[in-house]
Nanobody, 114 residues
């Protein structure tokens, strides 16, 4: 499985961005796709995930502001990020779990200015 993340950029606080994670290769039997982020000097954390049955998970810090969704026809998962805060600044990574393996895309940088 190959993952291509895109959509990062510079935005002012209160603004919005949409990240995309396009999957290719052996995309069948992907169990879940998640978005992680890592801010400078901090550990990587799970932000949101969508399971194969459609259930979703959100970290408390983004609940009500971020929405994860998927387009199965395009093998793409989106992360709509609204009401962005400076503390959302980080490199965002998408991750896919397929059977017992997990796969990472390259990161995309999100910078939120105050």
């Amino acid at each position: 499985v190959q993952l291509q993340a895109s959509g990062g950029g510079l935005v002012q606080a209160g603004g919005s961005l949409r990240l995309s994670c396009a999957a290719s290769g052996s995309t069948f039997s992907i169990n879940a796709i998640g978005w992680y982020r890592q801010a400078p000097g901090k550990q990587r954390e799970l932000v949101a995930a969508i399971i194969s049955d459609g259930n979703t998970y959100y970290a408390n810090s983004v609940k009500g502001r971020f929405i994860i969704s998927r387009d199965n026809a395009k093998n793409t998962v989106y992360l709509q990020m609204n009401s962005l805060k400076p503390e959302d600044t980080a490199v965002y990574y998408c991750n896919a779990i397929r059977t017992v393996h997990d796969y990472w895309g390259q990161g995309t940088l999100v910078t939120v200015s105050s």
